[in-house]
């Protein structure tokens, strides 16, 4: 019985449209408004935030800067420059960690370093595969972690993305599992599902500033297009049932939903479908690495012809065009740069999040390390960061090349 009045009274609470904790306007009610005389005696029970009412479209508006804890969660046995070899093999007798890429562990310091450089939204790339045992059951130590380091973000009142990476990574011979669903689909969404049901379970209490995504860079290149459309679509509509079936502030969080393959002009076709929510909170999650040869392979140094602003340009009008205007919020969840030239690399960065921020698109930043140091905490390019606030900062302007910081 006393269980019953305690759901009772949290859905009470979460139906009053009350203001989350970066908003208590007077008359609000918060937990300790309802449980005044004390919290109620049960093994296990918190009482979640109170999550503020705000559409997915004013969440992506209110984050200015986003940015991606890049090589650290996300670390695995994997192979990524495609050549069918892994590109590191833990050493005998230890395990893979978040520091198995090079990078050391995140710490809280380094969250407090983005906000003193007004970046206010973090998304942490996780890969689950080498943390689960044969039921998928996730490790007890690894999902600690991974709450410590979503806690330092939240903590400082950040937005926080949880995402599957790659698990779902073009590479199955390593464990990219989320592919096997064109050849055993059962098997797959079963796990898929278990997953999702553990991270709800552990994050439920969070408010609305905790987003999950749904995948990472997945398409069926073996199949037909129109299967491999509809195989992703079937995916994407089981992780918002999962999540909303999970109750409680998962009921209503906000779900990044993943593109097809993260692809602009991919998802921007029409076989591509966005999945029901009678919450109606969702995003669309999409990457902008284009050109590759400049973005991720350092094969092109320069960058800002008028051929590649207007490509820029037209691939974020496009998105807006498309998805914004018809009322479904966007969010570049990875951009970055690799070419030498500094003068471009910040010329490209500023002209995009400016572009975004136009745009009413969210952009993060993806950064692998070599942007941020993780230790000193101090910008490689210095400029990068101030590029990013300008073209993040509201103002009507046009974003210039610094050709001084050329050579």
Same mark, same amino acid.
């Given at each position: 019985?006393?269980?019953?009045?305690?759901?009772?009274?949290?859905?009470?609470?979460?139906?009053?449209?009350?203001?989350?904790?970066?908003?208590?306007?007077?008359?609000?009610?918060?937990?300790?408004?309802?449980?005044?005389?004390?919290?109620?005696?049960?093994?296990?029970?918190?009482?979640?935030?109170?999550?503020?009412?705000?559409?997915?479209?004013?969440?992506?508006?209110?984050?200015?800067?986003?940015?991606?804890?890049?090589?650290?969660?996300?670390?695995?046995?994997?192979?990524?420059?495609?050549?069918?070899?892994?590109?590191?093999?833990?050493?005998?007798?230890?395990?893979?960690?978040?520091?198995?890429?090079?990078?050391?562990?995140?710490? %809280?310091?380094? /969250?407090?370093? #983005?906000? +003193?450089? !007004?970046?206010?939204?973090?998304?942490?790339? *996780?890969?689950?595969?080498?943390?689960?045992?044969?039921?998928?059951?996730?490790?007890?130590?690894?999902?600690?972690?991974?709450?410590?380091?979503?806690?330092?973000?939240?903590?400082?009142?950040?937005?926080?993305?949880?995402?599957?990476?790659?698990?779902?990574?073009?590479?199955?011979?390593?464990?990219?599992?989320?592919?096997?669903?064109?050849?055993?689909?059962?098997?797959?969404?079963?796990?898929?599902?278990?997953?999702?049901?553990?991270?709800?379970?552990?994050?439920?209490?969070?408010?609305?500033?905790?987003?999950?995504?749904?995948?990472? %860079?997945?398409? /069926?290149?073996? #199949?037909? +297009?129109? !299967?491999?459309?509809?195989?992703?679509?079937? *995916?994407?509509?089981?992780?918002?049932?999962?999540?909303?079936?999970?109750?409680?502030?998962?009921?209503?969080?906000?779900?990044?939903?993943?593109?097809?393959?993260?692809?602009?002009?991919?998802?921007?076709?029409?076989?591509?479908?966005?999945?029901?929510?009678?919450?109606?909170?969702?995003?669309?999650?999409?990457?902008?690495?284009?050109?590759?040869?400049?973005?991720?392979?350092?094969?092109?140094?320069?960058?800002?012809?008028?051929?590649?602003?207007?490509?820029?340009?037209?691939?974020?009008?496009?998105?807006?065009?498309?998805?914004?205007?018809?009322?479904?919020?966007?969010?570049?969840? +990875?951009?970055?740069?690799?070419?030498?030239?500094?003068?471009?690399?910040?010329?490209?960065?500023?002209?995009?999040?400016?572009?975004?921020?136009?745009?009413?698109?969210?952009?993060?930043?993806?950064?692998?390390?070599?942007?941020?140091?993780?230790?000193?905490?101090?910008?490689?390019?210095?400029?990068?960061?101030?590029?990013?606030?300008?073209?993040?900062?509201?103002?009507?302007?046009?974003?210039?090349?610094?050709?001084?910081?050329?050579?």
């Amino acid at each position: 019985m006393k269980k019953a009045i305690v759901i009772l009274l949290c859905a009470i609470l979460l139906l009053t449209g009350c203001s989350g904790d970066n908003d208590r306007s007077s008359g609000s009610l918060t937990p300790d408004d309802i449980f005044s005389g004390g919290m109620p005696d049960i093994d296990g029970f918190e009482v979640p935030s109170v999550m503020m009412e705000i559409s997915s479209q004013q969440l992506v508006t209110n984050i200015r800067i986003g940015w991606n804890l890049g090589k650290s969660l996300e670390s695995c046995v994997s192979d990524l420059d495609g050549n069918g070899y892994p590109d590191v093999i833990p050493e005998d007798g230890k395990t893979i960690n978040e520091t198995f890429w090079g990078n050391p562990p995140a710490s %809280e310091k380094l /969250f407090q370093t #983005l906000i +003193e450089n !007004e970046i206010n939204a973090v998304r942490l790339p *996780i890969t689950w595969r080498d943390h689960v045992n044969e039921n998928f059951d996730i490790d007890e130590d690894w999902l600690n972690r991974i709450k410590q380091v979503v806690d330092y973000a939240y903590n400082y009142g950040m937005y926080v993305i949880i995402t599957m990476y790659h698990d779902g990574a073009d590479d199955e011979n390593f464990g990219a599992w989320l592919r096997e669903a064109s050849r055993d689909y059962d098997t797959m969404i079963s796990r898929y599902n278990h997953l999702w049901e553990q991270i709800c379970d552990t994050f439920y209490t969070y408010n609305e500033r905790l987003l999950y995504e749904s995948m990472n %860079e997945v398409a /069926f290149n073996d #199949l037909p +297009e129109v !299967e491999a459309y509809d195989l992703l679509n079937r *995916i994407n509509q089981e992780f918002v049932n999962t999540v909303r079936n999970s109750g409680r502030n998962n009921a209503r969080r906000h779900l990044v939903i993943a593109g097809y393959d993260a692809d602009i002009s991919k998802t921007c076709d029409s076989r591509f479908k966005i999945p029901n929510d009678e919450a109606e909170k969702l995003i669309l999650s999409l990457h902008y690495y284009t050109p590759l040869t400049f973005c991720k392979y350092s094969i092109q140094d320069y960058w800002g012809t008028s051929s590649e602003q207007e490509w820029m340009q037209n691939q974020i009008e496009t998105l807006r065009t498309t998805f914004v205007d018809k009322g479904i919020p966007v969010m570049i969840t +990875e951009y970055g740069v690799k070419g030498s030239d500094a003068a471009s690399r910040v010329f490209f960065c500023e002209k995009l999040i400016h572009l975004c921020q136009t745009n009413y698109i969210a952009a993060f930043l993806w950064d692998d390390g070599s942007e941020l140091n993780r230790e000193t905490m101090k910008w490689n390019t210095p400029e990068l960061i101030e590029g990013l606030k300008r073209g993040s900062s509201g103002y009507i302007y046009t974003p210039k090349k610094n050709m001084e910081l050329s050579g």
